[in-house]
């Protein structure tokens, strides 16, 4: 039982143009969330995250938004860039259960076009 | 600063055979992770050590993995005996305080 999903496994834009990538989770009991980017043949590298208390965090060209209600989040990357091409993956963990596992979605892969 | 290393990078092993992957975490984290990705799928948690101490090992497949964690420093994984479906890329992360995890480049495991 996946329970973090990321529903399209690829995603094209145009160069300079916005990039959303979402991300579905069924676990109540996630409270931090984040998105790393993977490169072929490297390891996962961290972009950005979110805490259950916040709803928006904002870091340069990328933005993640949180929807607790709806159990969602999303990355939007404004402008898009080739070399953000790349496999997104969105990860969660229940930090006040201790746990700090993170629970990782299947990826999207992101295809910038120039 | 260093980041996370691992090795070696790529490892071919015949089924039943022993395999040893070696993890260095950035300096000063005492949280260390072990993760493992098959055939493409999600990436999936194995464990996690507190300094020398396993603090989650729920996710270890079964008795064949053994994990350790020296002084608190390096880790090593152990596959003993390694089989067909412990094919997959072994990602090491660490971290300072229960929060964002930085993995390394992983190791690329594959048994014939």
């Known amino acids: 039982d996946q329970q973090v999903k990321q529903n399209s496994p690829s995603l094209s834009v145009q160069e300079g143009r916005i990039s959303i990538l979402n991300c579905d989770y069924t676990n109540s009991m996630f409270d931090y969330f984040l998105w790393y980017k993977k490169y072929p043949a490297e390891g996962p590298t961290f972009l950005i995250s979110?805490?259950?208390?916040?709803d928006k965090n904002e870091d340069g060209r990328f933005t993640v938004f949180l929807n607790k209600s709806a159990k969602h989040l999303s990355l939007h990357i404004v402008p898009s860039q080739p070399g953000d091409s790349a496999v997104y993956f969105c990860a969660a963990s229940a930090i006040q259960n201790a746990g700090n596992m993170l629970t990782f979605g299947g990826g999207t892969r992101l295809m910038v076009k120039p | 600063e260093a980041g996370v290393t691992q090795f070696p990078s790529h490892s071919v092993i015949e089924k039943g055979q022993t395999v040893t992957l070696r993890c260095d975490p950035i300096s000063g984290h005492d949280n260390l992770y072990w993760y493992r990705r098959v055939m493409g799928k999600e990436i999936k948690f194995l464990l996690h050590f507190v300094k020398e101490s396993k603090q989650d090992e729920s996710g270890m497949p079964n008795n064949r993995f053994l994990a350790e964690r020296t002084g608190g420093t390096y880790s090593t994984l152990k596959v003993q005996p390694a089989e067909l479906e412990d094919s997959g890329v072994y990602f090491c992360a660490s971290s300072q305080v229960v929060s964002t995890q930085y993995f390394g480049p992983g190791t690329r495991l594959t048994v014939l």
């Open positions: 979110i805490s259950s208390i916040k």
